[in-house]
């Protein structure tokens, strides 16, 4: 069951259609097959009444619970909404086809951030989705959810998913699909996730990834870090299986699909929020506690750090918590903002040092409206990652853009991303720099104001959706 808004009923139209279109009132609910007939019947009576087809869109929303859309079958498409002429009083054209299929089996974060960027910004695409609930589910069992809840549709001739997808056994269970070009994009890759013990690794999530590359046509990286650990793994990976050894063409096969597009942020509502202090009242807005009466940029405002990661350990927490309490410790005067996605089993040390440093909290928890999170990395000063685990690290490049003076690993994908300056080594490091930091914050605001300058050694914009578009364009073109 689908259900859909009208985005504007015709004028004048009659409400006669009630039992199958509710053109002003609450969303109705059709069978997508009968849709397909309503939008059949539309074009034989335009084609008889030759009338000239007035533009309005639909949306599909999330049904009542029960439904397919609530479980997570959410269009993104933009299309005309049909109503028949001898009822309405007028026909509009029938929908152009959707050429792009995306499937996104977990709808969270930057994940959500790519599909919702992709939809809003290419024609003709459609997109499926399911909740950002239990990771672990949704790469074993999304394959057999989208193959039964994925509209066959002869316009296809893209599909486009992220590597949670076992792509190997959708295109198994819907030959259909299996003739389109189909674009695989690693957000992450499972080779290389970090485990406290080799043995507490998962080898399924690897193999599907690995599989998954196999029977798609193009494999897409956000960063080039990404796509030389996993090629670089895949033989020592699959060494693993016991008794038989993998053929050993497996990374040949594989490493000419691939290539590196690095994750587009849409940084058109980013604001270049640091400014000089005269000027701060009218950009920051004032936080909570003891620096609610203070300006960024004023002498006496202490140093702001923000980590703004997913409440996960492969972030880190621990070192980032010890971090912050030995500069307690010190005595060091500092305010913090501990922002990202929390889940149900966060670890235990954001509970446990969440009163230790309360009296340094100014936001705590993630964010619900994008402007608000925004305006916090503005008021920051430094954005620390202590991650163990990234591929990309769109919540730091964020933090950049709105001046932040990033600190993070080198390691991982950062010095990809970063110069040496912004990178530590040790956590002896991290916590050498943010101790200077506190002493000096005015050193720190001067790299901001360079930033508001666009004199920055940072620069993002070459990440940016408008850099990146044509690229995109053409992974999506056939």
């Not at 049909?82 to 026909?91: H, K, M, T, W």
């Not at 189909?182 to 193999?207: A, I, S, T």
């Not at 690993?409 to 991290?430: D, G, I, M, N, S």
Request: with cysteine; charged share 20%; glycine share 4%.
């Amino acid at each position: 069951m689908l259900s859909f808004w009208p985005a504007a009923p015709p004028e004048g139209s009659r409400r006669t259609m009630d039992a199958v279109m509710t053109a002003g009132g609450p969303p109705c609910t059709i069978m997508a097959d009968a849709a397909d007939r309503l939008a059949h019947l539309c074009l034989q009576i335009r084609l008889m009444e030759r009338r000239p087809p007035p533009q309005m869109t639909w949306h599909c929303v999330p049904n009542e619970v029960g439904s397919r859309a609530s479980l997570g079958l959410v269009t993104h498409a933009t299309r005309p909404l049909c109503y028949p002429s001898r009822l309405c009083g007028q026909v509009p054209s029938l929908p152009p086809p959707a050429r792009v299929l995306l499937l996104e089996p977990f709808y969270g974060g930057s994940h959500k951030q790519l599909l919702d960027l992709l939809s809003a910004q290419l024609d003709s695409c459609v997109a499926f989705t399911m909740p950002a609930k239990k990771w672990h589910w949704r790469a074993r069992t999304s394959a057999l959810y989208f193959s039964q809840n994925v509209t066959p549709n002869p316009a296809y001739r893209v599909l486009f998913c992220s590597s949670v997808l076992n792509l190997c056994e959708l295109v198994a269970l819907r030959p259909d699909l299996a003739q389109l070009k189909k674009v695989l994009y690693f957000h992450e890759n499972q080779l290389v996730y970090p485990v406290r013990e080799e043995r507490d690794r998962d080898f399924q999530y690897g193999y599907n990834q690995i599989l998954s590359c196999l029977v798609a046509d193009v494999v897409v990286f956000n960063s080039a870090f990404n796509m030389d650990s996993f090629l670089s793994a895949v033989t020592s990976f699959l060494n693993k299986i016991p008794d038989r050894r993998p053929p050993k063409d497996l990374v040949h096969a594989i490493r000419p699909k691939c290539r590196v597009v690095h994750f587009p942020l849409h940084l058109a509502d980013v604001g270049r929020c640091k400014v000089p202090a005269h000027a701060a009242a009218d950009v920051i807005t004032p936080t909570a506690g003891a620096a609610a009466d203070r300006r960024p940029d004023s002498p006496g405002t202490p140093l702001h750090i923000v980590w703004p990661h997913r409440w996960e350990h492969d972030k880190d927490p621990e070192l980032f918590f010890s971090t912050m309490l030995k500069l307690k410790e010190e005595g060091l005067d500092f305010l913090l903002s501990v922002l990202g996605e929390t889940f149900a089993d966060a670890p235990e040390v954001f509970a446990r040092c969440r009163p230790l440093l309360d009296s340094h909290v100014v936001h705590w928890g993630f964010q619900e409206s994008r402007e608000h999170y925004l305006s916090i990395l503005c008021q920051a000063d430094v954005v620390v990652s202590t991650a163990q685990h990234e591929f990309f690290g769109v919540a730091v490049l964020e933090a950049v853009h709105c001046g932040c003076y990033p600190l993070c690993p080198k390691a991982l994908v950062y010095p990809e991303v970063f110069p040496a300056e912004y990178l530590y080594a040790t956590p002896r490091q991290l916590l050498k720099r943010l101790r200077h930091f506190c002493a000096r914050p005015r050193h720190v605001r001067a790299h901001a104001l360079k930033v508001a300058h666009k004199d920055e050694k940072v620069d993002t914009s070459r990440f940016s959706w408008d850099v990146l578009k044509d690229s995109f364009q053409s992974l999506l073109s056939t």
